[in-house]
Nanobody, 119 residues
């Protein structure tokens, strides 16, 4: 089992910045792909960014150039630096851990942290 706990959400004005953090514990290891997803009211959960154990990153087109995902394998943490925030970034942000071994999937989610971008 893997436990994920997000922190760092809050209210920020358009154009501002926030840094989300996710602390992983339990049977986590560096081979897990870590990611951030978000879900706005009335919308489906969508990918924001992922980072593999080898530090290969992937971003949604809507956040490219504004958000940066990073991870510290020694501390089992993953971060999402969000700059130039827009009202449409408002959502609950979820941390995700994903791993496949011998065709068996292991996937875990955090409880989510609210990000609100508003003036």
């Amino acid at each position: 089992q893997v436990q994920l706990v997000e922190s760092g959400g809050g209210l920020v004005q358009p154009g501002g910045s926030l840094r989300l953090s996710c602390a992983a514990s339990g049977s986590i290891h560096s081979l897990y792909t870590m990611g951030w997803y978000r879900q706005a009211p009335g919308n489906q959960r969508e990918l924001v960014a992922t980072i593999t154990g080898g530090l290969i990153t992937n971003y949604a087109d809507s956040v490219k150039g504004r958000f940066t995902i990073s991870r510290d394998n020694a501390k089992n943490t993953v971060h999402l630096q969000m700059n130039s925030l827009k009202p449409e970034d408002t959502a609950v942000y979820y941390c995700n851990a994903y791993f496949v071994l011998f065709m068996k999937e292991y996937e875990y989610w955090g409880q989510g942290t609210q990000v609100t971008v508003s003036s």
